[in-house]
């Protein structure tokens, strides 16, 4: 069915839909009632959906998808070799090859923990966006009822919404001050 009220002026549904329930009840006749105010209801349902700004914030995927290649290039893969290599080392003591294993260590080290950053940003998106779509249209949620529809423990969960809250995933949410709401 096609929109037919104005995309911005969405004030006069109520009294449409109350004008359609008092004719059903003055003319005794409620088989349309039902179709008439669920048009209404789909109608600005729809409308509401589109303009809704979405609750997940999604602006550093690109980066953290990014920080995930480039950790796996240039961290978790060199590693074993370093591993092999410094072990290949110990039995004949070399300073400079020790040192030089060290520094190697060292910014190999930092592209793991770029993985590692990456890949929990991916996930928290990714569980923010279950977070979001278990919610629905509601706006408060007990943490314990968005612990049971994931399956996953209280603790977890609030853990879970307070790095995305921090991470500014879900920018306009917050924790009330007991962390029972979201």
Avoid at 4 to 27: M, N, P
Avoid at 123 to 149: C, F, H, N, P, S
Wanted: with cysteine; proline share 2%; glycine share 8%.
């Amino acid at each position: 069915m096609e929109n037919k009220y104005d995309k911005d002026d969405w004030t006069h549904v109520g009294d449409e839909v109350a004008d359609t329930v008092q004719k059903a009840i003055q003319s005794g006749i409620y088989t349309n009632l039902s179709r008439h105010v669920g048009s209404f209801a789909g109608d600005l349902l729809k409308e509401v959906k589109r303009k809704v700004v979405p609750r997940v914030n999604r602006k550093g995927e690109g980066l953290a998808l990014m920080k995930v290649i480039i950790g796996a290039i240039f961290g978790l893969f060199p590693a074993p070799f370093l591993l092999i290599a410094f072990f290949g080392l110990l039995p004949e003591y070399n300073g400079a090859a020790f040192i030089t294993l060290f520094i190697l260590g060292l910014i190999d080290a930092f592209f793991v923990l770029m993985f590692c950053k990456g890949m929990k940003k991916l996930r928290a998106l990714k569980l923010a966006q279950r977070y979001d779509d278990y919610m629905r249209i509601r706006t408060v949620i007990e943490v314990e009822t968005l612990a049971m529809g994931m399956h996953a423990s209280e603790r977890k969960t609030r853990k879970n919404l307070r790095y995305m809250i921090r991470e500014g995933i879900f920018e306009q949410g917050h924790l009330d001050s007991t962390q029972q709401f979201l």
